[in-house]
């Protein structure tokens, strides 16, 4: 069986062996720092794993993983700048540390090396990877924009957030699959089910990034507690908390998504208190066991090598117990 | 024969049938906005002709034309953002109708729907078109990123200079006539001519636009001249007549330069006046005489029915007496 673990560190070994040409410095060097900055490579491994679910290598997905992870780290550089975030994982963003327009130029390249190194892949698969990455990359922009459109929004229903987080954050996962799968040799069919997993992954993915934004261990998370309640973020958490209460509840929910000038710790700890209050907390947490068990389910009735399965089931569990 | 203006027509005829999504409209009207304002559509046309004198039918290479175009007016759309500019074509640019956050991800949109419509070739030839598509891409990115790197400089050289527009500008128009030479079924040794062909016109193009910049007749020209003046930018007029300038003439120019707050008009009529004193006007006129005329004999030397030519030679001679 090929761990997490073990393919996460062959991204990584793909990552430190990639050529970047040597000039100009400016361009390529915010690029470097971007991608060695590490994470899960989630995406990555789910192709790799996918592409050997079907024909027991995972090599031949190597230089489309690392496109999917380029990719995925274009659109967190991008979004900094728009969200004028200071850090990332720990570290100064690319536009504090260099500009904003270092940051918009280096963040373009990185699309097209993306691009570059999905054009690696074989001639024969090449249209319908293409086709895949195409309209994944397309919908990513899409769900960034509704997330920007929503800032302006109370009235976000929580069919229109699961969908713009779906095509944020979930189509990469689930394009990512389908990508491994397809250069793998799957058919159509299957290569729609990888699809689909990798949606259900997705949208747990980020409906616990958002239980740990909020409810998460600072020691472990990583990042401060309560940014998404601090930026007055409408997520699911927000959107049903809003649904259920009502009178006195209500005003106080409102009152605390407009009070920017509030003591934030308190903001933090009397928001998610209305969470777990009306039920919130629960709902969300319901959802993120639903989409992995809709995940698992997926992956039981795939028709191939019950061994090879393992290494998507740890994924799937890798991610379920993650607190950061 | 197929003239430029019909050409360009055609490409208009796509860019206004080209089914963008609905939704969201803050991702998309951007997009339309910046593609309806026109231009002389020079890097489609390109393609077209180029696919035409191979295999006699421009169609064929339309979806790949118009991505080169899409692709193009992408970078016009984050450069402006980089350059802070008011206006593009005589209407305010994205940044400034809309936000810069806006900018970027309509531009950022802008380069997955080239890649969309560049994955539209037929497939056998799809390795080849995306190899040039690709390289010719990040060339641009490095060549924007070399004029950046610029405004910090004072030394930069000639053959700096002419490497960096070479990249920001021509390799693009050089990467259009190869793919459309590649879509029309010319052997390599035919495609390379033609890259080689747009690449010389690029130069050509881009010299001339320094040139009009300074010299130009601001009625015909379209916007004010002597922008790159203002802007300090170092352009081959500039290196030239600082290569050229002794004593208190070049005194003079480097004052000239670093005098953000002296009378914008004055400061423009003398630095032209030092232009041509220095001999950097003919030099610079040569330089665009000697490309067209590059162009012009790799055309020559092209061994296929000499009547498909005339379209590329329309070409080249619309740019060579063009006035804006």
Chains 1, 2 share one sequence.
């Not at 800032?151 to 699959?177: F, H, N, P, W």
């Not at 239980?211 to 998370?221: A, Q």
């Not at 028709?303 to 998507?312: I, M, P, Q, S």
């Amino acid at each position: 069986m090929q761990s997490f673990e073990k393919l996460s560190n062959r991204i990584n070994q793909a990552v430190a062996e990639s050529g970047l040409p040597a000039g100009p410095a400016t361009l390529f060097e915010p690029i470097r720092y971007t991608m060695a900055a590490g994470g899960k490579r989630v995406r990555p491994v789910l192709a790799l794993a996918a592409c050997n679910l079907f024909c027991g290598d995972a090599e031949r997905a190597v230089d489309a993983a690392l496109g999917i992870e380029v990719f995925h780290n274009f659109t967190l550089l991008h979004d900094d700048i728009m969200d004028d975030a200071p850090l990332r994982r720990g570290r100064p963003t690319v536009h504090e540390r260099w500009s904003p327009n270092a940051a918009i130029l280096s963040g373009d390249a990185m699309v097209i090396l993306a691009y570059e190194l999905m054009s690696q892949v074989d001639p024969s698969v090449l249209p319908a990877v293409l086709a895949v990455f195409n309209r994944v990359a397309m919908e990513v922009c899409k769900g960034q924009r509704y997330d920007m459109d929503f800032e302006q929004r109370t009235d976000v229903s929580k069919s229109e957030y699961l969908r713009m987080i779906e095509l944020k954050c979930a189509v990469l996962l689930g394009g990512a699959a389908r990508i491994g799968a397809i250069i793998g040799g799957a058919a159509e069919a299957e290569a729609q089910k990888l699809y689909d997993f990798g949606v259900a992954l997705g949208l747990a993915f980020q409906l616990q990034d958002d239980l740990l934004d909020t409810y998460g261990n600072p020691e472990t998370f990583g990042k401060a507690i309560g940014g998404d309640i601090l930026a007055g973020k409408k997520t699911f958490l927000f959107i049903h908390a809003l649904e259920r209460a009502e009178g006195e509840i209500r005003k106080r929910l409102l009152r605390l998504l407009r009070s920017p000038g509030s003591d934030p710790q308190q903001k933090i700890a009397e928001t998610r208190a209305l969470y777990t209050e009306t039920g919130a907390e629960r709902a969300v947490r319901d959802l993120v066991f639903v989409y992995f068990r809709q995940a698992e389910m997926i992956l039981d009735n795939l028709t191939v090598d019950a061994a090879r399965k393992t290494t998507l089931r740890e994924i799937s569990d890798t991610l379920k117990n993650r607190e950061r």
